[in-house]
């Protein structure tokens, strides 16, 4: 035995009776995610890793439990349609079996087997299976693990099997939603700076307001240093047993016209009326940091972080809180936030936020009872490739003090977060480039308006001047007995991307819409010649009266015949005309004025990934089942007492 492996193992010697395990959470040692999904009653972990060059997926689940485990992927979060193992080990032996759920009863196995266990084991009252299967789907049986969210299904029960067509019903089940391939909420974060520093923006016990929903603003000085910093990371702080109550959270740069107003915090809609309009107009220019429902933090790579204090970064900020009271309650007391991480050694990069999508607007309009409802939003070329007037006038002008869009080299995204409300389905966001498709910037075909996660690519995204980004997002109202609008409320809707990006560029936001005149002339006036919209607006009223006088009527538009369907089909989804915005940080114009028009391009659509015929799966066959004492090298050494701690110890030092 070598030095280095005594002193491992005289300090093993030297641990306590506890609970120990050899890699964070409890996963074996190369396993670099995981999720306990029961939440804090943490007796299902799941932990797993990708192996990209063999587009597979190997996963650990480790339950407290002496019986059957299982664990479903599935297209709903319910049984049917889903794609399910269930394993166990008994008399030493593991069992592990490939099924298809086609109702809420015990899924019967595959004909193809499409998972191979690798090894398992049952001590201390954890049963502990690791299996491998391919990221594509094999088979109709299966279902294929994509970018994006994946709901997944889980069970156990105490009992073993008495054979594999008989499992006894599940004595605990549950649903999740996790993002497997890519994630922020179940990997470590990147290393923080020994000089890094923390502050909390916390909102100052806000007695929430008893209506549906609230955006609540608090003000916030960051911490005053001499030079400029790094922001570096952002993690959620919500209150306990405010769960359900706190829906998202946007922090947005601001000015020091703020100074003024931070000992008081407001609704957002109804701010105080000596609130300056340059402070009215923070929320919602330069997003430094976002989050949803669901989601984790966000921690920025180890050459980026947002510029704060000093002469050009950011000293003041709003925090704006989405409250979702959806039965008015008047007993809410909030203190949630935001912690964030800084250090005041400035790093390689400046970051920014990029908002892409559609304009939070009525203009969004979708009928009810539809399964299918696809919309389309645009950033356009001469946006990303906006540029001052100074580059015409003299040559000796530095060249990035006069770009407006993008920088000459682009700019690289490295994380995103998607965004839509509870009838949204799917978002995704694709790039063009001199008229060409290239390959999608972010995905998620399987929208889940309670998880919503900050994605870290896999491979950076380089967007350059010219190029075009398209937003789009896909909807389901088919529980819905009136019109959705986009709105602000959890029950309206939206289509948003947030990129995370560096070099920091002067575009921020880049958001389009229906053009007003176009959906009046177009869709609204043959529908009320038609009878189907009621015009039913007081000009003599105040401006307040008479915008919800228009969203009224617009709620109640008639889709109950297949005519009216089809006018809204052809006279509204078919508008391909977009107002867009292009702005700075700031909310300068970097284009014209408040609004810009361009017409949609033709892009090849890409609906879902599964159609077709799915591709063979190669290299899956039955893999060991023996159940040993000893734990594999896979499976590493975890254990609730110090003698088998010792022996797992002893087991890797022989097997290194």
Request: glycine share 6%; hydrophobic share 35%.
């Amino acid at each position: 035995m070598s030095a280095r492996w005594y002193q491992i193992f005289l300090l093993a010697l030297a641990t306590t009776f506890s609970f120990v395990q050899c890699d964070h959470h409890g996963c074996p040692p190369g396993y670099d995610r995981w999720q306990y999904l029961d939440g804090q009653a943490q007796k299902y972990l799941l932990c797993w890793k990708v192996d990209w060059s063999d587009e597979s997926i190997t996963f650990v689940t480790k339950v407290a439990t002496t019986g059957w485990v299982g664990l479903g992927f599935s297209p709903t979060g319910f049984m049917p349609e889903s794609d399910v193992v269930i394993g166990w080990v008994k008399d030493g032996r593991g069992y592990l079996k490939d099924r298809y759920a086609t109702a809420r009863a015990v899924p019967p196995i595959d004909a193809i087997q499409n998972v191979q266990l690798l090894s398992s084991s049952e001590a201390d009252g954890l049963t502990t299976l690791e299996f491998k299967r391919k990221l594509k789907a094999c088979e109709n049986k299966d279902r294929s693990i994509e970018e994006g969210t994946t709901r997944v299904i889980f069970s156990y029960n105490p009992n073993d099997p008495a054979s594999e067509d008989t499992p006894a019903r599940h004595t605990f089940a549950g649903r999740a939603s996790i993002n497997l391939l890519s994630g922020t909420g179940n990997v470590e974060p990147a290393p923080l700076e020994a000089d890094h520093r923390t502050a909390n923006l916390l909102n100052p016990n806000v007695s929430v307001p008893a209506k549906p929903t609230t955006y609540w603003c608090s003000p916030f000085k960051l911490p005053v240093l001499q030079n400029e910093a790094h922001i570096i990371r952002f993690d959620p702080v919500v209150q306990e047993n405010h769960e359900e109550l706190v829906h998202h959270i946007l922090v947005y740069d601001c000015s020091d016209k703020l100074e003024p107003f931070l000992s008081v915090s407001w609704d957002c809609d109804n701010p105080p009326d000596n609130l300056p309009s340059e402070v009215q107009e923070c929320r919602g220019s330069s997003v430094l940091t976002a989050w949803a429902v669901g989601g984790a933090g966000m921690s920025f790579p180890s050459q980026v972080g947002l510029p704060m204090s000093g002469n050009t970064g950011t000293q003041y900020a709003i925090m704006e809180t989405h409250y979702n009271n959806p039965d008015s309650k008047s007993t809410y007391v909030d203190s949630s936030g935001m912690k964030v991480y800084y250090t005041p050694t400035k790093r390689q990069y400046d970051g920014a936020i990029l908002e892409f999508g559609s304009t939070v607007s009525f203009k969004l309009l979708l009928p009810p009872r539809e399964s299918d409802i696809k919309m389309q939003n645009t950033c356009p070329g001469n946006c990303t490739s906006a540029v001052s007037r100074c580059l015409m006038i003299s040559a000796f002008i530095n060249v990035n003090s006069c770009v407006k869009g993008l920088p000459a080299d682009g700019i690289n995204v490295f994380a995103t977060m998607l965004h839509s409300h509870t009838v949204g389905t799917a978002v995704w966001v694709e790039h063009i480039r001199n008229g060409a498709k290239l390959p999608n910037i972010d995905e998620n075909f399987n929208y889940d308006f309670n998880f919503q996660d900050v994605v870290l690519l896999r491979n950076e995204v380089k967007i350059l001047p010219g190029d075009e980004v398209q937003t789009f997002c896909r909807y389901d109202t088919s529980d819905r007995a009136e019109v959705t609008l986009g709105g602000e409320g959890t029950l309206d809707e939206m289509c948003l991307a947030f990129l995370v990006v560096y070099p920091k560029p002067k575009l921020r936001v880049c958001l389009s819409e229906i053009p007003t005149d176009l959906l009046f002339q177009r869709y609204l006036a043959p529908a009320q010649t038609k009878g189907y919209y009621t015009y039913n607006i007081n000009s003599s009223a105040d401006g307040n009266t008479q915008y919800r006088q228009l969203i009224s009527g617009l709620r109640a538009i008639d889709f109950s015949t297949q005519t009216s369907r089809d006018l809204w089909r052809t006279s509204y989804w078919s508008i391909k005309d977009r107002d867009y915005m292009c702005n700075s940080a700031n909310k300068e114009h970097i284009l014209g004025g408040e609004s810009n028009r361009t017409y949609l391009a033709e892009v090849a659509d890409r609906m879902d990934p599964t159609d077709g015929t799915p591709e063979p799966c190669v290299g899956i066959t039955e893999g060991p089942t023996a159940a040993t004492d000893e734990p594999s090298s896979a499976l590493g050494c975890i254990s609730a007492s110090l003698w088998s701690f010792i022996g797992c110890m002893m087991a890797v030092v022989i097997v290194t």
